[in-house]
Structure formats: C-alpha cells, structure tokens
C-alpha cells in the first residue's frame, strides 16, 4: 500500500472516530437536557452551571443523583415494565415536552415586548 492510501485510509479513521465522538457528545448533552427537563436536577438541588466534577458540594449532589439514576435502572430492570407503563412514560414525556416548549414561547414573548 502507497503512503498516499494509507494517509487517505487514516484520515477516513480519524474521521469516523471524530464523528462518533461528536455523536456521543450531543448524546451526552441531550441526556443532560432530558434530566434538567424531568425536574430531577432541581429535586437534587444541583444548579446549572456548577461544575459536577470540580465543585466539592456539585459532586456530592451529582452522587446523590446518581445513585437514583442507578436505583431507578434496577428497579425497572427487575419489573420490566408492561407495554402500559411504558405508554404512560411517553404521554408524560410528551406532555413535558410541550409544556417546556411553551414555557420558552411565553419567556421569548415576554422579552421581545419588554425591548
């Protein structure tokens, strides 16, 4: 193999890997966006913005949440949910979904006409 496909074969796996990376960050970010919308980061007192990892009190809290992450994931894993409560999850989810959205409508409403 020339040292021209080779460059060309690596660049393409360096590529691959930069877009997986992205994927999984925007993953990451939406799955953070999820909790902040479940109101859970509110129930554990945790503040966007605080450093989860560097704050001493913000990587309590995170541990805390963690842990009910985990707690939760057992419990519905050793229940396995029925095809009901898996309906009953999506129409909430729906319906915070669109209460989220209208909030922010209402907010950007009341911002442009305060301007």
Known sequence: MTKKKISFYTSKKISASTSQRKAETRTKIQLG????????????????????????????????????????RQNIVLTHPKTSQKVEWAILGKSTFITHFLNMKQKEKERISEL
């Open 33 to 72: 966006g999820l909790l902040l919308k479940s109101g859970l980061a509110e129930v554990f007192s945790i503040t966007p913005g605080v450093d989860l990892q560097l704050d001493e009190e913000g990587r309590e809290k995170a541990t805390i949440l963690l842990g009910a992450l985990i707690d939760m």
